[in-house]
């Protein structure tokens, strides 16, 4: 699989778990989400650049390094991808947020656009398009070519379980996108859930099932 970067780490693994059980409700998934989010967030923005500085300490001054200031932005797919925004937030206080409304059409698993607000500077910032799952692929590829017709050039995807399905349309649709999972599931049933997933991301977040 090409540009796919699947998180091992021991607590992301954990909490996946437990997000996982269907006996895990509404307010723990939420904190799951948020947490599993800000733990990849750590490995998402690894690439950051950084400039060095003279930083006077109380007894001298190191010659040391920062963030180099390039702006950043995060993307939610709305609605599920919002449970991700706070862990990435905790990590990138200075990134601006956009949004895309996106559902699946029941019928044809086709997404359907119905918001979307982004950063006015959009074109000018590193994008982190956030969703939890990757099912068909349907609704991530969307939200990419869209910001990619609005000139947006650096764009990465972090979601929390992919399919393998859902990988290869995003190779295929954007090969130049690295997809940032937590793990990596085999197949979709007949209505486009991955199997064995968590089931509806949205649902187990707000609670409307
Ligand atoms: C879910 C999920 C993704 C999409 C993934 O959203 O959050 O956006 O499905 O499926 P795909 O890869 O096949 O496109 P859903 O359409 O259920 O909307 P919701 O977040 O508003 O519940
Ligand atoms: N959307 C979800 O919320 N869950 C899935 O398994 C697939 C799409």
Do not use: W
């Not at 869209?146 to 990988?167: F, P, Q, R, T, W």
């Not at 290869?168 to 793990?183: G, L, Q, R, T």
Request: net charge neutral; charged share 25%; hydrophobic share 40%.
């Amino acid at each position: 699989m090409d540009n796919v970067f699947v998180m091992d780490h021991p607590l992301i693994q954990h909490k996946l778990s437990l997000l996982r059980d269907k006996n895990t409700q509404t307010k723990e998934f939420r904190e799951l989400v948020s947490e599993i989010s800000m733990l990849m967030g750590y490995e998402v923005t690894r690439n950051m650049s950084l400039k060095e500085v003279e930083i006077e300490t109380p007894v001298g001054v190191a010659r040391t390094k920062v963030l180099s200031g390039k702006k950043m932005g995060i993307v939610p797919i709305l609605r599920a991808g919002l449970g991700m925004v706070d862990g990435m937030l905790k990590l990138l206080p200075m990134a601006r947020v956009g949004h895309i409304g996106l559902y699946r059409n029941p019928d044809t698993l086709e997404p359907v656009n119905y918001y979307c607000k982004l950063p006015f500077d959009v074109a000018e910032r590193d994008i982190v398009v956030l969703d939890p799952m990757l099912a068909t692929g349907g609704s991530a590829s969307a939200a990419i070519s869209y910001l990619k017709e609005k000139g947006v050039a650096h764009i990465k995807l972090m979601c929390l379980i992919a399919s393998k399905d859902g990988i290869k349309k995003i190779n295929e649709d954007h090969p130049d996108v690295s997809i940032y999972c937590a793990a990596v599931d085999e197949k979709l049933d007949s209505h486009g859930y991955i199997l064995p997933g968590l089931g509806d991301a949205g649902d187990r977040l707000f609670g409307t099932k």
